[in-house]
């Protein structure tokens, strides 16, 4: 099947509508049944260019979970945190932090010690791992929904390099970018303020971000292309499988991909660090902040992947999706 096929009123449509609605997209490719059907680059970006995809991260990173523990590093996500760190001491009193598990974290159900998460104080700080576990816990609930942007991820970042003596990207790139011949690039290290904003706005970047201890963020920091998300979201897809070879468990895809916690306050679901758009249509995506998607709707066999620069407050890419993308391709 040949590339944007689709029908030149259409496509005039919608890409009037990303020109004017949506003005800070890159690059948007859709999938069906494994065939691109749509592929277009936008603001001077082409096929090789990455963007930093923040939050998608995070769904990027539980397939990494799933790797970890179908390999027998990790023995369940129902392990305590603090087994993966006993060099770690608690505060006298302090209990909540004894009982969060690794479940917990990735259906971000885990109390913390804030009402607002505290992006200076964690980023200034000179261990950013330290850091995290000690604004968790507190006097919150656990089980109660309270998404971790930063914080709580960073910590499954060091359970994962705990537990396989690996780093991140190392442990990535040989059980997940290499059999999807994705090329992540180099850690980037970030030295201040200024060169961390400039990261989160410029145009031309690539790698993953590693803190003070090289340890690549979980939550956010990964560039990635249109192509490299399009992959990923087909290989989720086809439940892990990608040509012949299981890369991620069929389980796990299963499991991180249904809900397990909900953010009442915005009606949305939660799998395993991915949000479930439709839990019974089987639809669900990584979203990062500005526009950054991952999209599946597995029974429409349907992937699009959207890549975006930074921008504050950007137009709702699920609406782009539901009502100008999909009608088109379905």
Do not use: C
């Not at 439940?239 to 909900?262: F, V």
């Not at 953010?263 to 526009?291: C, F, H, M, T, V």
């Amino acid at each position: 099947m040949e590339k944007n096929k689709i029908q030149p009123r259409k496509k005039i449509l919608l890409e009037k509508t990303i020109n004017n609605d949506y003005n800070n997209i890159t690059g948007i490719i859709v999938l069906k049944n494994g065939e691109t059907l749509y592929e277009n680059y936008f603001n001077g970006y082409t096929a090789i260019d990455t963007v930093h995809v923040a939050s998608v991260t995070k769904s990027v990173f539980s397939a990494l979970i799933g790797i970890a523990i179908d390999n027998g590093y990790i023995k369940s996500i129902d392990q305590k945190v603090l087994d993966f760190f006993p060099e770690y001491t608690t505060k006298r009193g302090e209990k909540t932090i004894q009982s969060v598990t690794i479940k917990d974290m990735l259906t971000m159900t885990a109390p913390y010690k804030y009402k607002s998460e505290p992006y200076t104080k964690f980023f200034s700080s000179d261990n950013w791992m330290r850091a995290a576990l000690d604004l968790l816990g507190g006097k919150g609930k656990i089980g109660e929904f309270m998404y971790s942007a930063i914080v709580g991820t960073h910590i499954l970042s060091g359970i994962l390099v705990k537990s396989t003596g690996q780093s991140v990207l190392d442990f990535a790139t040989e059980n997940l970018f290499s059999p999807l011949e994705i090329k992540i690039g180099q850690n980037v290290v970030l030295h201040n303020k200024e060169e961390h904003l400039a990261f989160l706005k410029d145009k031309n970047v690539s790698g993953w971000v590693v803190d003070s201890q090289g340890i690549n963020p979980a939550g956010w920091g990964l560039t990635l292309t249109p192509i490299d998300m399009a992959k990923i979201g087909q290989l989720y897809l086809d439940s892990g499988l990608w040509q012949g070879k299981q890369i991620i468990p069929k389980w796990w895809i299963a499991e991180s991909t249904k809900e397990h916690s909900r953010w009442d306050e915005y009606e949305l679901s939660y799998g395993y660090l991915w949000w479930i758009i439709d839990d019974e249509k089987q639809i669900y995506a990584a979203l990062g902040d500005g526009g950054n998607v991952i999209y599946i709707n597995r029974k429409k066999e349907i992937v699009v992947s959207i890549a975006s620069l930074f921008m504050p407050r950007a137009k709702d890419r699920l609406k782009l999706i539901k009502e100008y993308i999909e009608p088109v391709f379905e």
